[in-house]
T-cell receptor, first 108, second 112 residues
Framework: AQRVTQPEKLLSVFKGAPVELKCNYSYSGSPELFWYVQYSRQRLQLLLRHISRESIKGFTADLNKGETSFHLKKPFAQEEDSAMYYCALRGGFQKLVFGTGTRLLVSP | DTEVTQTPKHLVMGMTNKKSLKCEQHMGHRAMYWYKQKAKKPPELMFVYSYEKLSINESVPSRFSPECPNSSLLNLHLHALQPEDSALYLC???????????FGQGTRLTVV
């Protein structure tokens, strides 16, 4: 079975604080993991993917196969980071399975 | 053009109506997707078209009928829907070998 778990529905931090959005997955094969973001009134868009190993808007995520995790991190949160964040797993050809999402709220 | 365009943005329909949702992309993508998103829930895959052929149907009821008339267009025909089908319907596209999908803004459907 393929499943993505995001344990926090809401994460509230102050500007400048570190952020970690948790994502755990269950998949029997070799996983491909993504983080998607949805800003208010905007479309869902790809933030980053694990195979790229890049930093986008200061966010990074490392795939930990031992812990089956793909947590999203940023050292200093900005107000413009407030959004809904979805972790997603490529489970099978062309099929994306999304987690339930975490709403990040960054307060001034 | 790096956008996926969906029309209409909002749709209210009765349970006996027939309507269609439309999706268009001009990025040369050869895979197109329909997702359903209920309030406060993640998107759930409904259908995948790859090279204009239906490749995945996630056991969606037959009152939803997808169509891919060409590589740029994707339709979702709706007939005899139920109130519980009310949701945000998202279209996405990508290359078939790449799940970096580009999403449209969605059509918010209300069935009355």
């Amino acid at each position: 079975a393929q499943r993505v778990t995001q344990p926090e529905k809401l994460l509230s931090v102050f500007k400048g604080a570190p952020v970690e959005l948790k994502c755990n997955y269950s998949y029997s094969g070799s996983p491909e993991l993504f983080w998607y973001v949805q800003y208010s009134r905007q479309r869902l868009q790809l933030l980053l993917r694990h195979i790229s190993r890049e930093s986008i808007k200061g966010f990074t995520a490392d795939l930990n196969k031992g812990e089956t995790s793909f947590h999203l991190k940023k050292p200093f949160a900005q107000e413009e980071d407030s959004a809904m964040y979805y972790c997603a797993l490529r489970g099978g050809f062309q099929k994306l399975v999304f987690g339930t999402g975490t709403r990040l709220l960054v307060s001034p | 053009d790096t956008e996926v365009t969906q029309t209409p943005k909002h749709l209210v329909m009765g349970m006996t109506n027939k309507k269609s949702l439309k999706c268009e992309q001009h990025m040369g993508h050869r895979a197109m997707y329909w997702y359903k998103q209920k309030a406060k829930k993640p998107p759930e895959l409904m259908f995948v078209y790859s090279y204009e052929k239906l490749s995945i149907n996630e056991s969606v009821p037959s009152r939803f009928s997808p169509e891919c008339p060409n590589s740029s267009l994707l339709n979702l025909h709706l007939h005899a829907l139920q109130p519980e089908d009310s949701a945000l319907y998202l279209c996405a596209s990508s290359q078939p070998w790449n799940t970096e999908a580009f999403f449209g803004q969605g059509t918010r459907l209300t069935v009355v």
